[in-house]
């Protein structure tokens, strides 16, 4: 048995985290974990945050903490590339699977995009569009159609989630559910994911594994 993590932020990227590479790869390896997700924010607080005056150059910022904690976990835990985006009509995220550095290099301001236009896009280049913790407050019901998938259990402690319906929204609509603890502090465990019968290794395994349904929850 196999487990990954789906949502995890680090503070090399996101300003809210407070875990270091060394710590998160600890964290991870003591929990059993094979592959994590690094779903760093992906946004204009982000790259204001880190004085990034081009899109271009925030994109470099971004990729050098995934590669930085690719490299820190090399022969302990496999990391794949992904994101928790936000556009800039409100408060809701979304996590992307899928994604490379081609596909942010060759793509502009993604944050000034809407679910619409971004849900076309991600459909276009194999990537699965999920709503995270669609039901927290201050969150905007998208409609489901334009989602691949939704969180169904968020393991952050200092939020309530709403996991419970979440895990009903994504039976209505048919989505995909995913787990994630949403990793920031070092002094929570290592909570959510998915298990598998075999180990994920890249991100075209990981779109595969989502779309198939072949994974058990990690909920806690």
């Known amino acids: 048995m196999f487990k990954t993590e789906l949502h995890c932020h680090s503070k090399s990227v996101s300003e809210c985290a407070r875990v270091s590479n060394e710590e998160i790869v600890n964290k991870y390896t003591e929990a059993g974990y094979t592959t994590l997700v690094l779903s760093n924010h992906f946004n204009q607080g982000t790259q204001a945050f880190h004085k990034c005056e081009s899109y271009q150059d925030f994109v470099t910022v971004y990729l050098n903490g995934y590669k930085d904690l690719k490299s820190d976990a090399e022969g302990k835990l496999t990391i794949l590339l992904g994101m928790e985006l936000r556009f800039t009509q409100n408060l809701n995220d979304y996590l992307v699977f899928g994604i490379t550095e081609e596909f942010l290099r060759s793509h502009d301001e993604l944050y000034l995009m809407n679910p ?41 402690m200092g939020h309530d989630s709403r996991n419970e319906i979440a895990d009903m929204w994504a039976d209505k609509y048919n989505l995909i559910k995913t ?42």
């Open 116 to 156: 619409e236009s971004f849900s076309k896009l991600a459909r276009e280049n194999g990537l699965l569009f999920v709503q995270a913790h669609p039901f927290r407050n201050s969150m905007t019901v998208v409609q489901p159609h334009l989602l691949d998938g939704v969180e169904v259990f968020n393991g952050h």
């Open 179 to 220: 787990s994630g603890t949403d990793f920031h502090y070092n002094d929570v465990p290592a909570n959510a994911g998915i298990i598998t019968d075999f180990e994920i290794k890249d991100v075209n395994a990981l779109v595969e594994t989502l779309k198939s349904g072949k994974y058990e929850l990690i909920r806690g």
